[in-house]
């Protein structure tokens, strides 16, 4: 017969996000069939009998629980792997996934230097013997083709210069695109040509200086007036305010009741964001991590916050 403690054990070890591996190979290696079968019925969760009172494991709840050991397998060889070979298999991964998942290819082109889209166009070719911009134009439809082959295309000047007065008047292109998009034949601010221009072509320092600008002409941000269209949402906020989404992303996968796919959000961010300041958000979420997440996949998140903030 499993001991109460035993059992509570078991099932604080395999709730919450990631697993608590530890506790798990101090019960299983003692435990016998029938201990084991005491300790199924403790997790009520994880395994029921059904109708004819066989003993039979709960698919979803399994299901979740592979995700939840495949955390750390992720960050791991997500860590592990050059980053252009990374970058190059997310896209192509977000990209086969569809609309949910094109954020990712925004994530990757709108944080990234220079230099590294390069390395990861140029990883993809080698990869899958085609350029991402292809693949896009030929699976993405509508107003987000445009956006994200741009993006991904981009080169942007890297140095501190601004033009003052081209990022006062862009600052009003994107208002006049963004507030004039009202009515019964409404247009998307995507669908404008100067939007993706801007968005695309210009410098992080200059888009940042546009972005208090737009703030300045406006009573509100280019991210607050953009609440109905999430990618452009996304865009600039990777590209003008990075720290705002990646706090956003730890926050949703760090929820009692996060699903799977932010908390992959949040693996993505810690293994491939190596030279972004997470020093801020460090201090707001260590807690909830150490409150909320399991095992070797907590003491993976709590080191990588840890080093930055030497």
Same mark, same amino acid.
């Given at each position: 017969?499993?001991?109460?403690?035993?059992?509570?054990?078991?099932?604080?070890?395999?709730?919450?996000?990631?697993?608590?591996?530890?506790?798990? #190979?101090?019960?299983?290696?003692?435990?016998?069939?029938?201990?084991?079968?005491?300790?199924?019925?403790?997790?009520?969760?994880?395994?029921?009998?059904?109708?004819?009172?066989?003993?039979?494991?709960?698919?979803?709840?399994?299901?979740?629980?592979?995700?939840? &050991?495949?955390? &750390?397998?992720?960050? #791991?060889?997500?860590?592990?792997?050059?980053?252009?070979?990374?970058?190059?298999?997310?896209?192509?991964?977000?990209?086969?996934?569809?609309?949910?998942?094109?954020?990712?290819?925004?994530?990757?082109?709108?944080?990234?230097?220079?230099?590294?889209?390069?390395?990861?166009?140029?990883?993809?070719?080698?990869?899958?013997?085609?350029?991402?911009?292809?693949?896009?134009?030929?699976?993405?439809?509508?107003?987000?083709?445009?956006?994200?082959? !741009?993006?991904?295309?981009?080169?942007?000047?890297?140095?501190?210069?601004?033009?003052?007065?081209?990022?006062?008047?862009?600052?009003? !292109?994107?208002?006049?695109?963004?507030?004039?998009?009202?009515?019964?034949?409404?247009?998307?601010?995507?669908?404008?040509?100067?939007?993706?221009?801007?968005?695309?072509?210009?410098?992080?320092?200059?888009?940042?200086?546009?972005?208090?600008?737009?703030?300045?002409?406006?009573?509100?941000?280019?991210?607050?007036?953009?609440?109905?269209?999430?990618?452009?949402?996304?865009?600039?906020?990777?590209?003008?305010?990075?720290?705002?989404? &990646?706090?956003? #992303?730890?926050?949703?996968?760090?929820?009692?009741?996060?699903?799977?796919? !932010?908390?992959?959000?949040?693996?993505?961010?810690?293994?491939?964001?190596?030279?972004?300041?997470?020093?801020?958000?460090?201090?707001?979420?260590?807690?909830?991590?150490?409150?909320?997440?399991?095992?070797?996949?907590?003491?993976?998140?709590?080191?990588?916050?840890?080093?930055?903030?030497?």
């Amino acid at each position: 017969m499993a001991n109460p403690c035993e059992v509570e054990v078991l099932n604080n070890a395999l709730s919450g996000i990631g697993v608590d591996e530890k506790s798990l #190979v101090s019960i299983l290696t003692k435990s016998q069939n029938e201990h084991k079968k005491s300790m199924r019925k403790g997790c009520s969760k994880f395994f029921l009998e059904d109708e004819r009172q066989f003993e039979r494991w709960n698919d979803s709840a399994i299901k979740s629980l592979k995700a939840e &050991f495949k955390l &750390f397998k992720d960050v #791991v060889v997500l860590s592990l792997m050059h980053p252009w070979e990374r970058d190059a298999r997310l896209l192509k991964k977000a990209l086969k996934k569809g609309p949910p998942h094109y954020n990712v290819i925004v994530e990757i082109a709108c944080t990234r230097s220079s230099d590294q889209l390069l390395g990861a166009r140029k990883a993809y070719h080698s990869l899958f013997d085609r350029s991402i911009e292809e693949d896009l134009a030929s699976h993405v439809k509508g107003s987000e083709r445009k956006l994200l082959v !741009a993006l991904v295309s981009a080169y942007r000047y890297e140095g501190p210069k601004v033009k003052e007065d081209a990022a006062k008047s862009e600052a009003k !292109a994107l208002l006049n695109a963004i507030k004039n998009n009202n009515g019964d034949h409404k247009k998307k601010a995507m669908e404008e040509d100067e939007v993706i221009w801007i968005l695309t072509t210009r410098s992080k320092p200059h888009l940042k200086v546009v972005y208090e600008q737009y703030k300045k002409i406006s009573a509100k941000t280019i991210t607050e007036d953009l609440e109905v269209e999430l990618l452009l949402k996304e865009t600039v906020e990777c590209l003008c305010t990075p720290q705002t989404y &990646f706090t956003r #992303v730890f926050d949703t996968a760090l929820r009692e009741d996060a699903k799977e796919d !932010a908390k992959k959000a949040l693996t993505r961010l810690v293994a491939t964001q190596e030279d972004v300041d997470l020093k801020g958000i460090a201090a707001k979420f260590e807690d909830k991590i150490k409150e909320r997440v399991k095992g070797a996949y907590k003491d993976v998140l709590l080191g990588v916050l840890a080093d930055d903030r030497k």
